[in-house]
């Protein structure tokens, strides 16, 4: 991970009501330290087993809402293997695992309305690597990327820059950690995962007027009460 050496470490995420609060009022998003984050756990196995042993959610990344239309590229084990084709890129197996079945993504959700994304192409990163885009929210606000080392050295990167798309006739497919902006949030695929999928049950499960609030399981309350 020598390339993303001079960027910094944070946790961008929404509030847990209740627990966490933003650092400033009205944000979708706020940037919580990452030394600060609660510890993980449980083990985080490359093929998921963890988070198929949770529950099907509605509303999850795998569900498309009847009417909406369906994604341009929704991220299946064909489009994976058609964007890295021709190229050195060692993807791990846990991100190979989301991206290729169809169950673990049925058992992820969003309060912010994120959406799988592979985008139109990989990412060169000066110094060496590769950033796969595979995630963005809604209003583009933010987009997170999967970061393969030559050394196959994992992280997760998450940027308001659209990397890996062509916009406005402009091309983003080459990044320079020492000048573009964004932040390492997670040092594995893994463990972006289990944070996006924990902190985003915490938040649906503790809104006052939701309509399927569950009780947060003891993992969950832990990891919550980190904040108190």
Not at 108 to 119: E, G, M
Not at 127 to 141: K, R
Request: hydrophobic share 35%.
């Amino acid at each position: 991970m020598g390339a993303l050496l001079s960027l910094p470490r944070a946790w961008w995420s929404t509030d847990l009501p209740g627990y966490r609060e933003h650092s400033r009022p009205f944000a979708t998003y706020s940037r919580f330290p990452y030394s600060d984050l609660p510890t993980i756990e449980r083990p985080l196995d490359p093929g998921l087993e963890w988070l198929l042993a949770e529950p099907e959610v509605q509303g999850s990344l795998g569900h498309v809402d009847q009417g909406d239309p369906v994604p341009e590229r929704p991220a299946t084990r064909a489009q994976l293997t058609t964007l890295i084709d021709g190229k050195t890129i060692e993807l791990s197996p846990a991100f190979r695992a989301f991206i290729s079945e169809p169950e673990p993504r049925l058992r992820v959700r969003s309060a912010t309305a994120c959406y799988l994304d592979l985008a139109e192409f990989p990412v060169e990163v000066v110094g060496g690597g590769s950033l796969i885009h595979f995630l963005s929210d809604q209003q583009w606000v933010l987009h997170w990327l999967v970061y393969i080392g030559a050394d196959e050295s994992e992280a997760v990167v998450v940027t308001e820059t659209p990397l890996g798309f062509e916009v406005d006739q402009h091309r983003f497919d080459r990044f320079d950690p020492t000048s573009d902006d964004a932040t390492i949030c997670a040092e594995s695929f893994s463990e972006f995962l289990y944070r996006f999928w924990i902190e985003n049950e915490i938040y649906f499960r503790s809104l006052r007027n939701a309509r399927d609030r569950s009780p947060l399981t003891e993992e969950q309350r832990r990891y919550a009460e980190h904040y108190h």
